[in-house]
């Protein structure tokens, strides 16, 4: 099971990787120096492997947020104005932590980003239950709403004290992210990522409400019918899912960035589809998939620096290599499908049932 | 002020609608095209790169359009032909065109802050009309795309309602299965509908870049295509209610040039998300989707 | 002459037909019968040219009939009228019907409109009120619809399949009696259905489908129901354990006054019974007259706008299991595995649950239990449950119902689409569980099923309920109150 699911996301990065190579030629950039640019970039040195590590931090959070949403058919699109939120919470909080001890201070922070974060996934989740707003839509429009609040923050109400940039005061040093072998950027962050995910994996498939959660993504219809209560459930995690993004931005308010700027999040709410569908929304595998999706952000730097090349060619790929998986799981490629993993499933019209294991 | 004020909304409106005309079109086929910001944005950079190279304004549309097709096609092979997520691979092709506009981007106008201008596309005034007061200015003097536009509107509602091809694109959207036994190809119908919305789309697109801007800057469409998403839901799938949602959306945008013009002291970021905000607030007031195709967004394989 | 010969189809490695042959004249109702998954719907579809053969051809008055076209079928003269009718629902029924050979000139549903009442005209019957949506209509009207639609290209051959399982016993004489009409027009009508009775009634000549191969022509003057249930399974049937529980005095569920109300329409009025233990009682009602609601209401799915239900058993809604009618949509999640779609069930599921966590184990254990106890065949509880056959998904259902230890079992239209024996063995499964002082509400549509069944009978129209009389338990009259005589 592993070695195929191994197999089957170092597939599609490969082929995805193929294609990208082939446009690289067509730009007239040289696909092996990108290629080797990218390695070095993400593995290199010691640095550029912490780094990696640092880069793939927010996206295990922003990914759990997917994967949990997508078990129940929750379109979260949203993860990123969600990570947002929670980073704007924690930056607006963070200078006023002065007088705590470090670990309250830190537990403080990620509590404002949870916080943040599950309005803005909650509003969405209570609109969709109550409402019947699409949350595709209602979620997109709350990342715009969010990249808004945000700029109007660091150009406004916490624009730090000089005034000089559209950034905003930086958080007390006792909210600052423990730190591991300095000078590099490894944080705890990581481990509380990996913990988050061991608490999302053992939710979705040993307790009875993952259950119900997974039965709702797979047949809405027959879960209502059965009890389920799936407007709460709608709203709950949307709300929980809403609340690890946010404690994505406030990680990387406390470990990274210290403050607010106008940018906090490159993408990686879009990006994290990408990490949560290679791993078949298994929270452990998203662990797996967010570090090579990190390599791959962190890397293409290193490609834009060396070879000109835009450092956005790594969203090709990210897109790629979903549009790769979707078609992989369908019944065209069956026989490929078998061949990589024990037990075939027969495809049906549910729409989570493809994207997962679960 | 008034006038401007109207004229704007007009203006802002109508790659929203173009958009949301297209994915009318692709909802009553029963697909649901989360991908159009991807087919807009791909559009506009397309239109923009085309005629600045060729210096003609008109292969630069007609490329723009192109490139909206293209991502539809892309889309098209996903959700029809192998019935996929329809969710996600959506997702997937706006991500696809973020990256290959910002990669092409760099590559052909670099990483210099230099500005590629091009010239907008004219104008044009309808003669007495235009002289109306009030309304005169806001309806009567646009570019050609804006009265395209308009003219699509009863068009569409004539393809989809009074024509058999519009009766058997919806039936394709309601009942798949049935559309099938009676011996429609819905795999072609939907095809063509994401074509066509492509089409659109990337007309859109190219509205924002060749008749807007004048230039490309990153993200130019700004999530119009998700908000063309919101115009259909609100203008319950009905060509004029399009419309009427689209001058709302326009209005929201404009507001914020007034608004500035008057110089409030008002952050200017309120007015940016007010759009969003308020597409948000309306689709919760007007709540469901009870009008929509009934196998919208279920994928359907030929048995 | 309508003639098929030797005709043999396979879906992976089943054969659906073995070198079946059939032949239809015309002016002549041919009724075509056998069980469920005996072959007639493949046969037919291969004579419409829906599916391509492996093997033998297909004629019509001597000419061939094109393989695997189902649009040259249609130009040939062959028209199909669905098991369920094809219809769009939110569309109109002029809409619906443009879809048909009324007008193939400028689209104008007027022309359509008119063209299908001088028709319907002709054929005996009415047409809704211009515009309406087919969701408003009854089920009678749709099946009238989709003949329209079939009949509207002047077909020489019409396949009507199973057209009067969606039917009110008080709508099937007048279906008949179009029928005859049709036959006196001089077309070929070839009727396939599994309701015996009504094929020897209107059949001149009948053809029995067993596993792909036909095992008997005969003509209804010549045979009898009997016969024709003993050629279609093989053997003679068993008989019935009449099954008239009327249980003892004690009241294990009451409903009183349970009415519900969706956008205007009245669902549910002051719906009002009870069911006693021991008994089986049975609620025969058309499609669509708030049964499904009901179903909802009882499955806590669906909350009422007023009324009460009460339940003598301690465990309150656990001692109610419910077995909803859409098996495939609602009943089970067909991607799951067969463990999971019995943790669907709330007390299952909460007996596996300790402190929050699913002990994923026990549930296996007590999946691959009742795949024993009920004569489940399955490989294992870790399948999925679109691995089952049909027959398999329903046991699996009446399976988990029994198993999560109800006091009652409300069952919806729970033998659709069993055969014989499928339907003796859920029959038998409910009877033990009342014979040991459960009570099972059947909601069926089925009249022979009910009759069959069940002690005290209600009947359901416009979401009203009514008990019956003992002298109003026959075919006749309980086919009249179903259709609301009484309302």
């Known amino acids: 099971m592993i070695v195929s699911s191994l197999a089957r996301a170092l597939g599609a990065v490969v082929l995805a990787a193929a294609i990208v190579a082939l446009v690289l030629l067509a730009l007239g950039a040289s696909p092996i120096g990108a290629f080797v640019a990218l390695a070095e970039g993400a593995f290199g040195n010691w640095y550029a492997l912490t780094d990696t590590v640092v880069k793939a931090t927010p996206l295990v959070f922003t990914g759990l947020a997917i994967s949990v949403s997508f078990s129940g058919a929750l379109w979260n699109i949203g993860a990123d104005g969600q990570l947002v939120a929670g980073a704007i919470a924690a930056g607006a909080i963070g200078p006023w932590l002065g007088g705590w001890p470090r670990p309250a201070a830190i537990a403080i922070l990620l509590a404002a980003g949870a916080a943040g974060g599950a309005l803005w996934g909650g509003i969405c989740g209570w609109l969709r239950a109550r409402r019947d707003t699409n949350e595709v839509i209602s979620t997109i429009m709350m990342n715009f709403v969010a990249a808004q609040l945000l700029s109007w923050s660091v150009h406004g109400p916490l624009i730090e004290a000089s005034r000089a940039y559209p950034a905003s005061t930086p958080i007390a040093e006792s909210a600052h992210m423990y730190m591991f072998f300095s000078p590099s950027r490894l944080n705890l962050g990581i481990v509380l990522a990996i913990a988050l995910a061991v608490g999302c994996y053992l939710f979705l498939f040993k307790t009875a409400a993952g259950f119900e959660l997974r039965a709702m993504g797979r047949n809405r219809r027959a879960a209502t019918f059965f009890g389920i209560p799936t407007a709460r459930l709608t709203i709950l995690i949307l709300t929980v899912s809403g609340a690890m993004a946010g404690i994505g931005g406030a990680v990387q308010v406390s470990a990274i960035t210290h403050r607010l700027y106008e940018k906090m999040s490159p993408g990686w709410g879009f990006e994290a589809i990408a990490v949560a569908l290679v791993a078949r929304l298994n929270p452990i595998g998203i662990i797996f998939s967010s570090l090579l999706f990190g390599a791959l952000d962190n890397g293409s730097q290193a490609v834009q620096r060396g070879q000109g090349v835009s450092a956005e060619l790594v969203q090709v790929i990210q897109a790629l290599v979903i549009i790769i998986l979707l078609a992989f799981d369908t019944p065209m490629f069956d026989r490929l499908r078998n061949s990589l993993s024990a037990a075939a499933r027969p495809v049906s019209r549910t729409t989570t049932t493809e994207l997962s294991d679960a | ?303 | 002459m309508l003639a098929a010969r030797n005709i043999t189809k396979r879906f992976g490695t089943t054969l659906a037909l073995d070198r079946a042959d059939f032949d239809a004249h015309p002016g002549e109702i041919h009724a075509l019968v056998g069980e469920n998954g005996a072959g007639k719907t493949t046969l037919m579809n291969v004579i419409a040219g829906r599916i391509r053969p492996e093997g033998g051809e297909a004629s019509l008055d001597g000419v061939a009939l094109p393989v695997g076209s189902a649009l040259g079928a249609l130009k040939a003269g062959i028209a199909v009228v669905n098991q369920s009718p094809m219809l769009f629902e939110r569309m109109s029924w002029e809409e619906n019907l443009a879809f048909g050979g009324f007008e193939t000139g400028r689209f104008d549903l007027a022309t359509v409109a008119a063209n299908a009442r001088r028709l319907a005209a002709r054929l005996g019957f009415a047409l809704p009120y211009p515009g309406t949506t087919i969701d408003e209509r009854s089920m009678a009207e749709r099946v009238r619809l989709e003949i329209l639609r079939a009949l509207s290209f002047e077909p020489r051959v019409l396949i009507l399949d199973e057209p009067t399982s969606v039917l009110a016993p008080s709508e099937l004489g007048a279906f008949l009696h179009l029928l005859r009409r049709l036959r006196a027009e001089g077309r070929i009508i070839v009727l396939i259905t599994h309701k015996l009775s009504e094929a020897l009634s209107v059949a001149d000549r009948v053809t029995v489908l067993r596993e792909g191969r036909v095992v008997e022509r005969t003509r209804p003057a010549e045979t009898s129901e009997a016969e024709l249930a003993r050629a279609m399974i093989g053997e003679l049937p068993e008989p019935q354990t009449r099954a008239h529980l009327a249980g003892g005095d004690e009241v294990a569920l009451t409903i009183e006054n349970l009415s519900l109300q969706r956008d205007g329409h009245r669902i549910l009025d002051r719906v009002t019974l009870s069911l006693r233990a021991g008994e089986i009682a049975g609620l025969a009602g058309v499609d669509g007259n708030g049964q499904s609601e009901l179903v909802e209401i009882l499955a806590r799915a669906l909350k009422a706008d007023s009324g009460e239900i009460r339940m003598i058993a301690a465990g309150g809604d656990a001692a109610l299991a419910v077995i909803p009618e859409n098996r495939d949509l609602v009943g089970l999640i067909l991607d799951m595995t067969l463990w999971e779609n019995l943790m669907l069930s709330r007390p299952l599921r909460e007996r596996a649950t300790r402190r929050a966590w699913l002990d994923r184990e026990h549930a296996i254990e007590l999946c691959a239990g009742l795949l024993r106890r009920f004569g489940i065949r399955a490989p294992g509880p870790e399948i999925s449950a679109a691995a089952l056959s049909g027959g398999n998904r329903q046991r699996l259902e009446v399976a988990r119902a029994i198993a999560s230890d109800p006091r009652v079992i409300v069952a919806h239209n729970i033998c659709r689409g069993l055969d014989l024996a499928g339907t003796a063995e859920v029959h038998r499964t409910l009877s033990e569980f009342a014979a040991a002082g459960g009570s099972v509400l059947l909601i069926s549509s089925d009249l022979d099923e009910l009759l069959e069944m069940c002690g005290r009978l209600f009947v359901i129209s416009a979401g009203r309920i009514r008990e019956t009389a003992v002298s109003e338990r026959n075919a006749e009259t309980l086919g009249m109150l179903m259709a609301g005589s009484w309302t």
Not at chain 2, 2 to 7: C, D, I, K, T
Not at chain 2, 26 to 40: F, H, L, P, R, T
Not at chain 2, 60 to 75: D, E, K, Q, T, V
Not at chain 2, 238 to 266: D, E, R
């Open chain 2, 1 to 303: 002020m008034l006038e401007a004020f109207l004229s704007s909304s007009i203006g802002m409106a109508t790659p929203v609608l173009l958009a949301a005309i297209g994915e009318l079109l692709v909802e009553e086929s029963g697909i649901i095209n989360i991908g159009i910001e991807g087919a807009m944005l791909s559009g506009a950079f397309f239109a923009l790169a085309v005629a600045y190279f060729s210096g003609s304004t008109a292969l630069g549309l007609g490329a723009g359009m192109a490139a909206g097709a293209a991502i539809n096609a892309l889309l098209a092979v996903l959700v029809i032909n192998l019935a996929v997520n329809q969710v996600v691979a959506g997702t997937a092709l706006d991500i696809f065109a973020v990256g290959i506009t910002g990669v092409f981007y760099r590559k052909f106008f670099g990483i210099t802050g230099k500005a590629f201008i091009v010239p907008l596309i004219p104008k044009l005034r309808l003669g007495p009309l235009a002289d109306i007061p009030l309304i005169g200015p806001a309806l009567f003097h646009h570019n050609f795309l804006v009265y395209v536009t308009i003219a699509l509107v009863p068009a569409t509602g004539f393809l989809l309602w009074r024509t058999r091809y519009g009766l058997s694109l919806r039936a394709a959207g309601e009942r798949p299965e049935a559309a099938d036994a009676l011996g429609l190809d819905v795999y072609r119908l939907r095809w063509q509908a994401l074509l066509a919305s492509g089409v659109l789309a990337g007309l859109g697109g190219a509205y924002l870049t060749l008749a807007y801007a004048g230039t490309f800057v990153e993200n130019i469409s700004a999530g119009r295509g998700y908000v063309a998403l919101a115009v259909v839901i609100l203008g319950r799938w009905k060509p004029w209610g399009l419309a009427a949602a689209s001058v709302l959306f326009g209005a929201a945008m404009a507001l914020q040039f007034g608004l500035q013009a008057l110089g409030t002291t008002i952050p200017y970021q309120l007015f940016l998300a007010l759009p969003y905000a308020l597409t948000l607030a309306v689709l919760a007031i007007v709540g469901g989707q009870a009008a929509s195709p009934s196998a919208l967004g279920e994928p359907y394989r030929r048995p």
